[in-house]
């Protein structure tokens, strides 16, 4: 390699998966210089022959990597690519831009795979002769006792043609007798390529239901707005059961009639069951599903499906905002506040405003629905970047469920250390003499990663920070430690508050919750949805399915099971452990456990009998829990929004977390220290006491910018590789975005194989 005044392009020809990493080099002509970008389509001469192909840059820069002799040039720029590949590439320049990566990482999230899959063929053996002739060759085999041959031909008397996997199976005929017969002439073998569809479901016809005054305005004036050319994006804060499915059903249909397509998003797999159940009975076959359950060869045929117009509507999760539709109308992204929608590998984007991107290249509209939605979404609505409807009343005319609200700290007190409180216990047994049924949701995000007391329900925080600390095993007592600032002391033998040695971390598992159900109430039927039962292809349908059924009592699971479901049987919703999210060392532990608890509360009640829900919960007077048992979203926002402002969280400001890992401690602490102070160069923006930062010049009550760290990650090392972490904080998106350019310069410079940096704006979880 050398360095060179010329500018130079790498640039991939061909736009599959076994390509993306090899790209080819080309001289940039000076006429193009400064119009050529990353992302940009360009033709270029390949091969031998010269032949002139498409070609997308992948990156540039002024280091020559072949023989400057032998290195061809760039012969244009393609002007105004609109086809799906186009939008794609433009869509992953956009992403390696924003979130930080490199463009063939980029390219191969948003590229459906092209890999070597075996097509899937029908074959049909089909008469090639007359009936007369048949009947002929029939005679010569029963006297030759040939009786293979005799049944095929048999079969080929009464009709002209056969599905092959029938001759070979049913009639047990094999392939060589089918072969002497077409060199007899008697049959020929029709092949036909066919597409795979993963959908099995049994059609039910669903009449369309009549929307309430509140949903059809929603409908009116989301497609009013799309055909005056003004295409928006809207939140559609919707109560549980207020029929936020039957606003995305009418919009889809409104927009399939006008020849466009639509994607909709749901946060987990666990959910596609019953939603695609919903579309497919309104739209039939039109509708197919993307995600990580499917084989290779299905991924890849309904990635052709979508790409042939042979469907309208694609159901999955974040990665099916990649189907390649020609034609996207509408982007419906159901249970939007959902962390799943953040992509934990590189590139760390955001599945709503990748959503936002993809509809601006293709004209089209977004829907973000949510009874929970995220201070993001709510921000922006309130602000007016976002259109927002409301639907306050369940359609059923029911009312939301009763919800107790039971304090653990009492009933320890009282003597019921069970896991399950008096009430709930009381009404599991009633539900279950009715012949109700209801479920149990064990949450444990963030389980025993902090340190609580049973007895007061006081939780170790940081001293400087305001979250949790998290629970280190290290020599006979272990320590807690802050992940935000590295602030550390050695772990308590008891509760500093109260004196109780009841002060440990969270145990309980799902299968323990199972086991003490069926002690407390012999020949109870239980189905268990959690990450143990859930490993196979179709294990969510069968559970959900099972249990929508009838076929047991109680439903027990962890996250996966409070999100959309709707089971008009289920009366009774117990949260077990209710506040454990509230103590995780994050900022949106509140929004998060909030969030939780009103889904959970959500599921009871949703058919024509009233129902209830117990939260069992260590901090009875956490606004998060007073207000999801409240079902008050407003109330809610309004505390949590004032925290995020005094601490300069998103959405008040935004977030970058600059992630290093390293294969040896010292370098990686290094490497942390230094591309820190760089950013607090570049920032002005020294350190303060304690590990945190002086803020600088301030925007309202937001610093404008500040530098969090480093410190090692909540888990320090994996695998054998060291991991270090520092945030910056700051009003403006774009400056995050020029911290994010300066230290992929900083890294190219020192080109280092033993250390890697990631970057992760907004993110969802702490690292």
Known sequence: MEESKECYADVIVDISHEKLDRPFQYRIPERLRDKLETGACVTVPFGNGNKLLKAYVVGIGNVCKFDPARMKEIRGIVQGGTGAEDKMVALAAWIRKNYGSTMIQALKVVLP???????????????????????????????????????????????????????????????????????????????????????????????????????????????????????????????????????????????????????????????????LLRFYNRFGDRVSILNSNLSPGEKYDQCERARNGEIDVIIGPRSALFAPFRNIGLIIMDEEHEGSYKSEASPKYHARETAIQVARLHGASVLLGSATPSLESYYRAETGEYKLFTLKERLTGGELPKVHTIDLRRELKEGNRSIFSRKLQELLADRLSRGEQSILFLNRRGYAGFVSCRACGHVMKCPHCDVSLSEHSAGRGGFLMC??????????????????????????????????????????????????????????????????????????????????????????????????????????????????????VGR??????????????????????????????????????????????????????????????????????????????????????????????????????????????????????????????????????????LLEEEMQKRQSADELVQFDFNPMNTM
């Open 483 to 600: 992940h935000y600032c590295g602030y550390q002391e050695p772990k308590p033998g008891t509760c500093p508050i109260c004196g109780s040695k009841y002060i440990s971390g969270f145990k309980a598992g799902t299968q323990q919750i199972e086991e003490k159900l069926r002690e407390m109430f012999p020949g109870v039927r239980t189905l268990r949805m959690d990450g143990d039962t859930t490993r196979t292809k179709d294990s969510y349908e069968r559970i959900l399915s099972a249990f929508m059924g009838g076929e047991a009592d109680v439903l027990i699971g962890t996250q996966m099971i409070v999100k959309g479901h709707d089971f008009p049987r289920v009366t009774l919703v117990g949260v077990l452990a209710a506040d454990l999210s509230l103590s995780v060392g994050d900022y949106r532990a509140g929004e998060k456990t909030f969030q939780l608890l009103t889904q959970a």
């Open 604 to 741: 009871a009640g949703r058919g024509d009998l009233p129902g209830e829900a117990v939260i069992q919960t260590y901090q009875p007077d956490h606004y998060a829990v007073v207000h999801a048992a409240a079902q008050n979203y407003g109330g809610f926002y309004k505390e949590e929004i004032i925290y995020r402002e005094m601490m300069g969280y998103p959405p008040a400001a935004h977030m970058l977390a600059v992630q290093i890992f390293a294969r040896a401690q010292d370098r990686g602490q290094a490497l942390a220290d230094s591309l820190a102070s760089l950013t607090r160069r570049n920032f002005d923006d020294p350190p303060g006491p304690e590990g945190g930062c002086r803020p600088g010049e301030t925007q309202g009550t937001v610093p404008q910018v500040q530098v969090i760290g480093p410190a090692p990650a909540s888990i320090g090392r994996i695998n054998d590789i060291f991991r270090f972490v520092f945030y910056v904080k700051c009003a403006k998106y774009d400056k995050l975005v020029q911290t994010k350019d």
């Open 113 to 275: 795979a092209r890999r070597s899959v075996k097509r899937l063929e029908h074959r049909t053996l089909q008469r090639a002769m007359g009936r007369e002739e048949i009947i002929s060759l029939l005679g010569e085999s029963r006297r030759k006792k040939q009786v293979a041959k005799e049944r095929l031909l048999q079969e080929l008397v009464e009709q002209e043609s056969i599905p092959y996997e029938w001759v070979t199976g049913k009639l047990g005929v094999s392939a060589q007798t089918v072969k002497s017969l077409e060199r007899a002439g008697a049959v020929r073998v029709i092949s036909t390529q066919a597409l795979r569809n993963p959908v099995s479901l049994a059609a039910t016809r669903e009449q369309k239901k009549r929307l309430s005054d509140a949903q059809r305005r929603i409908v009116e004036e989301v497609m009013g707005d799309f055909e005056s050319g003004r295409p928006d994006t809207y939140l559609l804060h919707g109560i549980t059961g207020s029929g936020k499915t039957e606003v995305y059903m009418q919009l889809v249909s409104e927009m399939v009639e006008r020849g466009r397509q639509a994607i909709v998003l749901i946060p987990e797999i666990a959910l596609t069951y019953q939603t």
